[in-house]
């Protein structure tokens, strides 16, 4: 009788033992969560910036997943859309890909252009994306800074 309430004991110890650490690790994926959805969603919103021929032109981001984000362009110049994965470790960096959406518009000959983006936010109002067009290997990198819309 004395040998089985030590052993009931036990192993109500080690059960109790596995659920506090699966409650642990909940939490702690809840506040990572949570941590890296503050971070990145506050990056959402309208930006403006000026384009490599002097074209006033102004970009979306919207926060998807986890570091993921999307920029489309809207306004005057050629329509993009990209999407940027920002690092865990420096939440002020990130890279992705974009692709221009307003080519080949039925020309299946001509290829539509993409290319790499480096994203650095500067503060709460500015970011800097470095870029290449990897479809063109001729094109020059280009420069921008993007600044939030005043609202």
């Known amino acids: 009788m004395f040998g089985s309430a030590i052993l009931l ?5 080690i059960l109790a033992s596995m659920v506090g650490g699966f409650v642990a690790a909940g939490l702690i994926w809840l506040y990572g969560w949570w941590h890296l959805r503050r971070k990145f969603k506050r990056l959402e ?23 993921l ?9 050629r329509t993009w859309e990209a999407i940027i994965e920002m690092t865990d470790i420096c939440s002020h960096l990130g890279n992705g890909t974009y692709r221009y959406t307003d080519e080949p518009k039925g020309d299946l000959s001509k290829t539509p252009d993409w290319g ?3 994203l650095h936010v500067k503060d709460a109002n500015a970011i800097e994306i470095l870029g290449t067009c990897s479809s063109d290997p001729s094109a020059e990198p280009f420069h921008v ?7």
Do not use: M, N
Request: charge should be positive; aromatic fraction near 10%; charged fraction near 25%.
């Open 116 to 118: 790499l983006h480096q």
């Open 145 to 151: 800074i993007l600044h939030r819309k005043a609202t």
């Open 9 to 13: 004991e036990f192993v109500w110890r």
């Open 45 to 67: 919103g309208v930006y403006e910036f000026v384009s490599q021929d002097g074209t006033p032109c102004s970009v979306t981001i919207t926060y998807d997943c986890k570091r």
């Open 69 to 77: 984000l999307t920029v489309r362009s809207q306004g005057k110049g």
